[in-house]
T-cell receptor, first 115, second 112 residues
Framework: EPEVTQTPSHQVTQMGQEVILRCVPI?????FYWYRQILGQKVEFLVS????????KSEIFDDQFSVERPDGSNFTLKIRSTKLEDSAMYFC?????????????FGPGTRLLVL | SQKIEQNSEALNIQEGKTATLTCNYT??????LQWYRQDPGRGPVFLLL?????KEKRKERLKVTFDTTLKQSLFHITASQPADSATYLC???????????FGTGTRLLVSP
């Protein structure tokens, strides 16, 4: 069964460093999302992406964050200058179009630790 | 402000019993309500989706009800098994097919 994959599974970085989290959505899906989950808290929406542009973003998704679909398969989240409070699990999700697009399928996550 | 509430305390039940989890929401008019399962350190796994004009949805041992008047959804697992032990998340979506808004989840523990 097709699934969303994410790399790396774990990332440790120093405060102020840039990180890029990578995702390969399910093939033929057209809607892509990033969510994050701080330890012990709920899953929070960051951004949605469709047709090579951001379609919605939350207040968490400030100028330090960016997303990109550099080719036909990858979807990336970049954090330009990481802060301690960016430490969280980051989940990529994708959904199909037309009728079933509201079902979002999540990847296993990248655990980001900012020191 | 919009709020989604799920029982924060863990639900402990015996194997074979029916588990019932509750999701209440306020100041929200979702077009869709979804239930996900999340295991520790893993991503949410989609279980069931119910639309605002549907009252009930079933899939194998799972059943979801959606009462837009009460602003509540109930999630049932019948004949529960220890393998059903996980955190179950309720999530709402508006008509724009964009973001999912999650509740904090309820941890279910099924003991043999």
């Amino acid at each position: 069964e097709p699934e969303v994959t994410q790399t790396p599974s774990h990332q440790v970085t120093q405060m102020g460093q840039e990180v890029i989290l990578r995702c390969v959505p399910i093939s033929n899906h057209l809607y892509f999302y990033w969510y994050r989950q701080i330890l012990g808290q709920k899953v929070e929406f960051l951004v949605s992406f469709y047709n090579n542009e951001i379609s919605e973003k939350s207040e968490i998704f400030d100028d330090q964050f960016s997303v990109e679909r550099p080719d036909g398969s990858n979807f990336t989240l970049k954090i330009r200058s990481t802060k301690l409070e960016d430490s969280a699990m980051y989940f990529c999700a994708s959904s199909a179009r037309q009728g079933w697009r509201e079902t979002q399928y999540f990847g296993p996550g990248t655990r980001l630790l900012v020191l | 402000s919009q709020k989604i509430e799920q029982n924060s305390e863990a639900l402990n039940i015996q194997e074979g019993k029916t588990a019932t989890l509750t999701c209440n929401y306020t100041n929200y008019s979702p077009a869709y309500l979804q239930w996900y399962r999340q295991d520790p350190g893993r991503g949410p796994v989609f279980l069931l989706l119910i639309r605002e004009n549907e009252k009930e949805k079933r899939k194998e041992r799972l059943k979801v009800t959606f009462d837009t008047t009460l602003k509540q959804s109930l999630f049932h697992i019948t004949a529960s098994q220890p393998a059903d032990s996980a955190t179950y998340l309720c999530a709402l979506m508006n008509t724009g097919f964009q973001k999912l808004v999650f509740g904090t989840g309820t941890r279910l523990l099924v003991s043999p």
